[in-house]
């Protein structure tokens, strides 16, 4: 499914986003109805957790979920947005086709149903939604190997490197050393996945990026 935009421009804050979300999960057909269970928005792009029962009370069958307990399945959604011109717009997909956004909290991802196919796409998107909430939040002079060396613009690879910062317009900003070099690169979050933590160094200030700047002259 592509993008739809509204273009009466009736969502404007996040609360109208959220009431929208709720809305677009919220449905019945002859036979079913679902309901939202729970959303999060992380950046621009929605979670959804949506609840489906049997409008007779008999157990749901589907070939994706294992049935709950109380005859119910829960999906997981994605719903990208953004606003082009003031216009809010969407576009959603369930989790078995595959999205690409895969940072749904844990909470949400607690909510959902078992899957029957371990080798499914609803499996891999849970856990690169595992994967990235498990990355460290890490600290000022923590060392950290990468899961896998990273390319930088110069061609030059790094994949050992330590957690420092340095400042623009008043504002401390995360960098890495690298420990081959000595130089300074900004890394994603997503280069951050299935690194290691090979030794911690807190402190408020910051040794790495001194001793740096020392050998520039600076």
């Known amino acids: 499914m592509g993008w739809l935009f509204y273009t009466d421009r009736r969502v404007k804050t996040y609360a109208d986003e959220k009431a929208e979300i709720a809305r677009l999960c919220t449905f019945e057909t002859d036979t079913r109805k679902t309901v939202l269970v729970k959303a999060s928005k992380v ?106 060396p990273v390319t930088l613009t110069d061609g030059s690879t790094c994949q050992i490197v330590t957690a420092t910062h340095y400042r623009r317009g008043g504002q401390k900003r995360r960098c890495y050393r690298i420990e081959e070099t000595g130089g300074l690169v900004r890394l994603s979050k997503a280069s951050l996945v299935g690194s290691e933590l090979l030794g911690s160094a807190k402190g408020d200030a910051s040794p790495v990026l001194a001793e740096f700047f020392k050998g520039q002259g600076a």
Not at 100 to 117: C, E, F, R, T, Y
């Open 43 to 148: 950046g621009s792009t929605w979670y959804a957790a949506a609840k489906v029962t049997m409008l007779d009370g008999t157990p749901v069958e589907d070939t994706t979920y294992v049935t709950d307990a109380d005859g119910s399945i829960t999906f997981g959604a994605v719903f990208l947005t953004r606003y082009d011109d003031g216009c809010w717009g969407y576009k959603d997909m369930e989790e078995s086709a595959g999205p690409v956004g895969s940072h749904a909290p844990l909470s949400l991802l607690g909510l959902l149903s078992d899957l029957k196919d371990p080798d499914s796409y609803a499996h891999a998107w849970r856990q690169r939604c595992r994967d990235w909430a498990a990355i460290p939040d890490y600290a000022e002079g923590d060392r950290i190997r990468l899961a896998a």
